[in-house]
Nanobody
Framework: QVELVESGGGLVQAGGSLRLSCAAS????????MGWYRQAPGNQRDTVAR???????FYADSVKGRFTISRDNAKNTMYLEMNSLNPEDTGVYYC????????WGQGTQVTVSS
């Protein structure tokens, strides 16, 4: 009963920035945590950042200091601000929510060129 839709991906040069958005709808009061994950072809889907219902955040070591996860409850939207991007950040970024079960968005492609 939770729907997630990502947007904001695209092609960017190394050192550039992008902001991803995840619009959530449905039974939002059941969500206990949300996060961003990324996956490249031939690779597993890995955690990029997470945010709990209380606002606690977690970041993968590879993105600490460069990415910021946030949530605007009034807009029912979660964001991922990505700065100082490098080619290793390339992949499909997925929005995730846990609400008595796992919910995933469709993904948005981020490509970082050198």
């Amino acid at each position: 009963q939770v729907e997630l839709v990502e947007s904001g991906g695209g092609l960017v040069q190394a050192g550039g920035s992008l902001r991803l958005s995840c619009a959530a709808s449905g039974r939002l009061f059941t969500i206990t945590s949300m996060g961003w994950y990324r996956q490249a072809p031939g690779n597993q889907r890995d955690t990029v950042a997470r945010i709990s219902r209380s606002g606690e955040t977690f970041y993968a070591d590879s993105v600490k200091g460069r990415f910021t996860i946030s949530r605007d409850n009034a807009k029912n939207t979660m964001y991922l601000e990505m700065n100082s991007l490098n080619p290793e950040d390339t992949g499909v970024y997925y929005c995730h929510a846990y609400a008595a079960g796992d919910y995933w968005g469709q993904g948005t492609q981020v490509t970082v060129s050198s």
